[in-house]
């Protein structure tokens, strides 16, 4: 017997489930990321418009504070200040009341008028968006129930925890937990999966972190970022401009000096260039720290590419205790700390000219090739071919 306007079978109702949960997850992704929080695209007021009451039928969210608690996240990321960071509160806490957290922080008025700029502020969004954010899910509840009947009360539970249990849970618990990383930031941000498509792109956390401001989140070939595809689409029916994406890393392999591009390009790509760092010398700190010459306890794999990474800041007490005293025993992995803090000192001082920075770059290349430490001759010559202009590309 047919109790709402759509008699489908069960399949059905679950498809069109997930395709509105995905419709969200889209408006999440494209809208009140990519759009509003990074500014790296620009959407048509129409389409702006259309996520916007989108997601205030489907989640309640308002926009200034989902922007805010963002930046905020980013500008405080893994501090005690971060609004959900799972080595504050924990993995079980960020995953299972990701959206309290939300909440929470929402409440904050320093921090909405600090980090809320910049988003909408019109009539409709005073009077109706903001002022009344559990009406647009009340409506949506009746909706459910207009179009599936008493069904539409389960289809209507799955559209209120999808975003909460997979954007506020999985991206913000899982993506600063779990996963591969391409690019080292200072924090502990992962790729959940290569392909993103459940979460409209945003399981590769780890990328974004690394150019938060790109409209793209996939890097490598083999990833698969179905919001940039959404994106894609709405700029060639010119609903979207795309404003901002992540650099293409070149190399020109006939270069055998640091020049001014060079610089640039290890400025720019700085969290590539500290992975690559780490992946190259993590077999010889490895292999250091478990010759004897070191003394013990040795440290674990995942300890070891979390210190080249990250600096001993990053370990435990006890894992930079004995990391520290390897460090006075052990010549090489001493010259192999030194020679990361000096090259991470490249992007961070601010107030260096350009050509002071190109010095200190020549000198710490010309310095790890007269290291004895093959992997630090290695990478200074993949570092010296590293540019910005038109070359071979990563």
């Known amino acids: 017997m047919q109790l709402g306007l759509l008699d489908l079978p069960w399949w059905g109702t679950l498809l069109v489930t997930l395709g509105l949960t995905h419709v969200t997850i889209a408006a999440v992704t494209i809208f009140l990321h990519r759009h509003q929080a990074h500014h790296a695209l620009a959407l048509h007021p129409v389409v702006s418009h259309l996520f916007r009451f989108w997601l205030w039928l489907t989640t309640g969210m308002v926009t200034r504070e989902w922007v805010a608690i963002h930046r905020k996240h980013h500008a405080a990321c893994e501090s005690a200040d971060d609004p959900h960071s799972p080595q504050v509160y924990g993995l079980r806490t960020v995953l299972l009341q990701g959206a309290e957290l939300y909440r929470r922080a929402a409440t904050d008025p320093a921090m909405l008028e600090k980090y809320g700029h910049h988003t909408p502020d019109d009539w409709i969004e005073r009077h109706l968006y903001a002022r009344y954010s559990a009406l647009g899910v009340s409506l949506m509840l009746v909706i459910d129930l207009l179009l599936f009947g008493p069904l539409g009360l389960s289809v209507w539970a ?21 996963g591969y990383r391409n690019f080292a930031p200072d924090d502990c941000s992962r790729n959940v999966v290569p392909w993103g498509i459940l979460i409209g792109g945003e399981e590769l ?15 490598r070939r083999w990833e698969f970022d179905i919001g940039w595809l959404y994106i894609r689409l709405l700029a060639a029916l010119r609903l979207a401009t795309v404003h901002k994406l992540a650099p293409p890393l070149r190399y020109n392999r006939a270069k055998t000096a640091c020049d001014a591009n060079t610089l640039q390009a290890v400025i720019v790509h700085r ?44 370990l435990p007490l006890p894992q930079r205790a004995a990391l520290e005293q390897a460090l006075r025993h052990n010549r090489k992995l001493n010259t192999i700390e030194l020679m990361r803090q000096d090259l991470t000192a490249l992007w961070r001082r601010s107030g260096t000219s350009k050509e002071q920075l190109l010095a200190q770059l020549e000198d710490w290349c010309r310095r790890a090739e007269g290291s004895g430490i093959d992997a630090l001759r290695e990478f200074s010559r993949a570092l010296q071919s590293y540019d910005l202009s038109l070359g071979e590309t990563k």
Do not use: C, D, K, T
């Open 205 to 219: 956390h780890n990328n974004h972190h690394a150019y938060a401001a790109s409209a793209r989140l996939s890097s």
């Open 158 to 178: 799955v559209q209120m925890l999808w975003i909460p249990l997979f954007a506020a849970g999985v991206i913000n618990g899982v993506g600063h937990y779990w």
């Open 271 to 314: 969290h590539h260039v500290l992975a690559r760092f780490a992946r190259l010398l993590h077999p010889v700190a490895v292999a250091e720290l478990g010759s004897g010459a070191a003394l013990p306890p040795p440290l674990p794999h995942a300890a070891v590419r979390q210190w080249l990474q990250r600096g001993s800041r990053a």
